[in-house]
């Protein structure tokens, strides 16, 4: 969903002469740069979770992130788990660390601060998967600086699903879970704060073509409508589908600098990554959305009904599921990433309309020349690679009582016929009432 004029234009500065501060990597970390071109945030998210009690902002319009590590999460058999995470400072629960990391939800259009420090060595950076922010500002490690402490500033243009990881070492702090999903709503979402903590909610989409989701707007958006090219749901799910190796998170992913590459004369440049270990990744734990998948791997393992994501990690939104319990007659948003080191695939019991793709709503000008919303009839896979955002919206009149499942693949071997193959099933109930 384009914003054809924001009314706010963020300059531009040059950094000829700057390069060494913005694209070496300090480790430790010596420099934490101020962020160029710094704006006064208009995120009303923090200050609306305060209002319900569940944090204590300490910047207004702005959120408080640590990057951490060495807490500790439980697999299928009972055995711990060392991964790194991201902690929200402003909530007493979840500042020493969630995973996957605290949701964000940011309306469209809003100038977006993250207050981000890494709580230990080495540094990190925070990438967010899909938004376009300036350079200095887009977190990737290499390319962008690898900092102590920073304030990342965005403006997000289109509605829709996305994430945020750290991309210093990506195989390793991805994988060990330095991530969280991001939600961009339409500008609206949080202007009424007797509404905005519940459903319905809407998102972008394109659906002229599919009458049995009441509600959409087409409309104009150079208009100004914050609700054209939208929908209402009044039910939302999100699968944060998850492997690990424990032999990487409880023996070697220990030490954040191990496996870093050895940096020779020239960062960036020179780096030598030949060293590691990263290659191997067999993967022997599986998560949606945080939820361990019980039984040993290759053997099918189902999560529990009514699994719910509290508010405080949630932007003040009460009510998302993980396992679906919705009602006929009703508007379903599932929101599924793949954050696993390996490809999977989704297959939903029902029919389901896939609305966007990686953020993008199809069918949404300006991409309505090149891409439309489709139906994926009940029972046939979606193919995931690592990353992708898949949006589907789901309506009926049937009572459903079954499961979506999730299939992991071992993707070690891929293009050797025969070697590709699911290592564990993960079964999310999926109700109907
Ligand atoms: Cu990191």
């Not at 405080?312 to 599932?334: C, D, E, H, P």
Request: proline share 10%; aromatic share 10%; hydrophobic share 40%.
């Amino acid at each position: 969903m384009a914003l054809p004029n924001s009314g706010i234009i963020i300059p531009r500065r040059s950094i000829a002469g700057m390069e060494g501060m913005w694209a070496k990597m300090w480790d430790p970390p010596k420099e934490s740069p101020g962020t160029p071109e710094l704006l006064t945030p208009t995120n009303p998210v923090p200050a609306f979770m305060e209002s319900l009690g569940l944090g204590d902002v300490k910047v207004p319009n702005t959120v408080q992130l640590a990057l951490t590590e060495g807490i500790t999460i439980t697999g299928w058999n009972g055995a711990p788990l060392v991964i790194m995470a991201v902690g929200d400072q402003d909530m007493d629960a979840s500042k020493g660390g969630t995973y996957p990391g605290t949701i964000l939800r940011v309306p469209r259009g809003v100038i977006f601060h993250a207050e981000t420090q890494g709580k230990t060595s080495p540094p990190h950076t925070i990438h967010w998967h899909g938004i376009e922010p300036t350079p200095m500002n887009d977190g990737v490690g290499h390319t962008s600086m690898e900092i102590g402490k920073y304030t990342y500033q965005l403006q997000p243009n289109f509605i829709g699903s996305y994430f945020y990881h750290c991309h210093r070492n990506t195989v390793q702090h991805f994988e060990m879970g330095l991530f969280g999903f991001l939600i961009i709503e339409p500008p609206d979402a949080y202007a009424n704060p007797l509404t905005a903590g519940g459903y319905p909610r809407r998102t972008a989409a394109s659906l002229a073509a599919f009458p049995q989701f009441p509600g959409f707007v087409a409309g104009d958006l150079a208009s100004g409508d914050p609700h054209a090219y939208t929908v209402p749901y009044d039910y939302e799910a999100l699968w944060v589908c998850d492997d690990m190796d424990s032999y990487w998170h409880n023996q070697i992913g220990l030490e954040a600098r191990a496996w870093y590459p050895a940096i020779l004369n020239r960062p960036g440049v020179d780096d030598q990554f030949w060293h590691g270990h990263f290659h191997d990744f067999n993967p022997d734990n599986w998560f949606i959305t945080g939820v361990v998948v019980p039984n040993a791997p290759g053997v099918l393992g189902t999560i529990p009904p009514n699994v719910v994501v509290p508010p405080g990690l949630n932007g003040g939104v009460t009510g998302m599921q993980v396992s679906v319990n919705a009602q006929r007659g009703k508007t379903i948003l599932v929101r599924a990433l793949c954050a696993s080191y390996n490809s999977m695939r989704v297959t939903f019991p029902v029919d389901v309309v896939i609305i966007a793709w990686d953020g993008r709503a199809l069918g949404v000008p300006p991409l309505a020349r090149y891409s439309h919303a489709y139906r994926v009839p009940a029972g046939t896979p979606i193919r995931y690679s690592v990353a992708r955002r898949i949006d589907a919206l789901i309506r009926t009149d049937t009572a459903v009582n079954a499961f979506a499942t999730v299939e992991f693949f071992d993707t070690r071997g891929e293009n050797v016929p025969g070697r590709e193959r699911i290592v564990k099933t993960a079964r999310i109930p999926f109700v109907i009432n």
